[in-house]
């Protein structure tokens, strides 16, 4: 697809994210984690951080909604982890992530699959004090390491069961030894079918109140949470996934409560997007709104 016409009046979201240059005082940090090898369905996963900042070329820095211009925060690209799927490439994760969290309000992983979710929380986290919040199709309590489990791997590294919300769980998604799992662990599961029920901010608060005092709350944002219709490059999407839009709403949400340090993106396999890039511009448009709450936190 074609680079959309310069324009100097009309500021694009691509230019508002720049290369980190040893700062301080970040409101947005974003950083790629190129996982896609221990997938358990084969992947391109790790083309998509850097198909994600393309797609930020397509929005402006303007949110007509709240009246906040992005140019007003500091944004900044702290590069990528290329080989994060060996024991040392998830140090580098680690290490990278703890450094975005650590100059900024909110730090953004760009996955990759959703096994960079462990590294990214577990690196910028004091996990026995700290929540998780998941929108997810599934509950990645499998056993061994691949996008599958992180967050039963989570809970071995010392996050509490008692500590993580899981929101948009699908029917037929799951076995019922790992949902049995999930109940045991006191885990909070708020199921697709629920979401029909409540606003996303009726969601939202529910999520945050369960989790209690915490001193700080990751979100996992897999993808695959959203109908199929609207995230073609997710493979596990499900047909009766959440909306577009109400992933927007949530990132939103999110990005504007204090709690939330850090987050990531996962589950997109930009290879395999339809034509209009439709997957990849919904995780653009992600980044945005989740700034857009960071712009609005009181």
């Not at 680079?3 to 005082?25: I, M, Q, V």
């Not at 900042?53 to 690209?77: F, K, M």
């Not at 029920?197 to 700080?216: E, H, M, N, R, Y």
Request: some cysteine; glycine content about 6%; proline content about 4%.
């Amino acid at each position: 697809m074609t680079t959309p016409t310069e324009d100097s009046k009309w500021p694009r979201a691509a230019h508002w994210l720049k290369p980190f240059a040893d700062e301080a005082n970040i409101d947005v940090a974003v950083f790629g984690v190129c996982a896609s090898q221990t997938s358990i369905s084969p992947t391109g996963a790790h083309t998509t951080p850097d198909a994600i900042r393309g797609a930020l070329l397509r929005y402006s820095t303007y949110s007509w909604a709240h009246d906040v211009d992005l140019n007003d925060l500091v944004a900044r690209d702290f590069g990528n982890v290329f080989h994060p799927d060996s024991p040392q490439g998830e140090e580098e994760t680690k290490h990278l992530a703890k450094q975005a969290a650590s100059a900024s309000q909110l730090s953004i992983a760009l996955g990759g699959d959703n096994s960079v979710t462990f590294a990214a929380m577990a690196g910028s986290h004091e996990l026995s004090k700290s929540g998780l919040i998941t929108f997810d199709a599934h509950h990645d309590l499998r056993d061994g390491v691949s996008n599958g489990s992180p967050v039963r791997r989570l809970v071995e590294a010392g996050l509490r069961g008692t500590k993580i919300v899981q929101i948009g769980i699908h029917d037929f998604s799951n076995s019922p030894i790992y949902a049995r799992l999930a109940k045991e662990l006191g885990i909070l599961v708020i199921t697709r079918d629920q979401l029909r029920q409540q606003s996303p901010a009726q969601t939202w608060k529910q999520a945050v109140d369960f989790l209690g005092a915490v001193d700080a709350i990751h979100v996992d944002f897999d993808v695959d949470v959203c109908d199929r219709s609207v995230v073609p490059a997710c493979p596990a999407a499900a047909p009766g996934g959440i909306t577009a839009d109400e992933l927007r709403q949530y990132a939103f949400l999110a990005g504007q409560t204090k709690l939330v340090s850090t987050m990531d993106i996962t589950e997109i396999d930009a290879t395999i997007d339809s034509a209009d890039q439709r997957t990849v511009r919904l995780a653009a448009l992600l980044i945005l709104e989740a700034s857009t709450g960071v712009a609005l936190r009181k």
